[in-house]
C-alpha cells in the first residue's frame, strides 16, 4: 500500500488551470501537514506550499505570485494544489509529501518524511 | 538560484567518508532546523536526517548530519555504491516565509 498517491497530472495549454490531488492512507491523514514540491527535467527540487494538519495555516512559495492554492480535507485524506496561468517553466514532476509535525509554523514543520510517486505536468501548446 | 548552497558534485570511494555541505543565512539554516534528503535517479527523495541530526527509522547510522551557525554538513561513512544519489539540504526560512531547498549535490561512487 502506497501511502500518498499523487493525480490529476495532464499535458495542459499555457495559460490553463489545473488541479492535483495527493490521496493518503495507511495512517491518520488530519495529524500531519503535507507540501507540494516539484522537480523539472534535469532540476533540483523546488517547495512550493505547506498546509498545516487543520488546515489553517498554509504557506506558499512567493515566487509563483499568487498563481497556486493549496487545501486538503480531512474527510477525505486527499489535499489539493490548484495552479493558474499555467507556464512553459511550470513543467514538471509534482510531488506530496508528508511532514513529521503539525505544521503551525517553523517549529512544527519538520521534514519531509513521506512522499508520494510523483504526478507529471507538461504545459504546452 | 537557492538561498541555500551546495556543491554541485562529490565523490568517493567505497569505504571511505564523504562530507557533504550547506550554506545558508541567519535568516535560514541560523535560526531552524535544517534536513537531508537523497535521490536516487528516477525515485522519489528520501528524508535522510531532520532537525540538523536526528535519523529517521530505517535511516543506517552512516549517515550523519551537523549544524553550526548558518552551515549544515551531512557525512555519510562507509560510503556504499548505492549511495549514489542526489543529496538536497533543506530549512524553513524567515524571510521568504517558506522551505527552501539546497541546490543539491550529485554524489558519485567512483
Known amino acids: 500500500q502506497v501511502p500518498l498517491v499523487e493525480s490529476g497530472g495532464d499535458v495542459v495549454q499555457p495559460g490553463k488551470s489545473l488541479r492535483l490531488s495527493c490521496a493518503a492512507s495507511g495512517f491518520t491523514f488530519s495529524q500531519y501537514a503535507f507540501h507540494w514540491v516539484r522537480q523539472a527535467p534535469g532540476k533540483g527540487l523546488e517547495w512550493l506550499a505547506v498546509i498545516s494538519y487543520d488546515g489553517s495555516r498554509k504557506y506558499e512559495a512567493g515566487f509563483l505570485n499568487g498563481r497556486l492554492s493549496v487545501s486538503r480535507d480531512n474527510s477525505k485524506n486527499e489535499m489539493y494544489l490548484q495552479m493558474t496561468g499555467l507556464r512553459h517553466d511550470d513543467s514538471a514532476v509534482y510531488y506530496c509529501?508528508?511532514?513529521?509535525?503539525?505544521?503551525?509554523?517553523?517549529?512544527?514543520?519538520?521534514?519531509?518524511?513521506?512522499w508520494g510517486r510523483g504526478t507529471t505536468v507538461v504545459v504546452s501548446s | 538560484q537557492s538561498v541555500l548552497t551546495q556543491p554541485p558534485s562529490a565523490s568517493g570511494t567505497p569505504g571511505q567518508r564523504v562530507t557533504i555541505s550547506c550554506s545558508g543565512t541567519?535568516?535560514?539554516?541560523?535560526?531552524?532546523?535544517v534536513s537531508w534528503y537523497q535521490q536516487v535517479s528516477g525515485t522519489a527523495p528520501r528524508l535522510l536526517i531532520f532537525?540538523?541530526?536526528l535519523r529517521p527509522s530505517g535511516v543506517p547510522d552512516r549517515f550523519s548530519g551537523s549544524k553550526s551557525a548558518t552551515s549544515a554538513s551531512l557525512t555519510i561513512s562507509g560510503l556504499r555504491s548505492e549511495d549514489e544519489a542526489d543529496y538536497y539540504c533543506a530549512t524553513w526560512d524567515d524571510g521568504l516565509s517558506g522551505w527552501v531547498f539546497g541546490g543539491g549535490t550529485k554524489l558519485t561512487v567512483l
Open positions: 509529501a508528508r511532514d513529521r509535525g503539525l505544521g503551525m509554523g517553523p517549529p512544527s514543520i519538520v521534514g519531509l518524511e513521506v
Open positions: 532537525s540538523n541530526n
Open positions: 541567519s535568516s535560514n539554516i541560523g535560526d531552524n532546523f
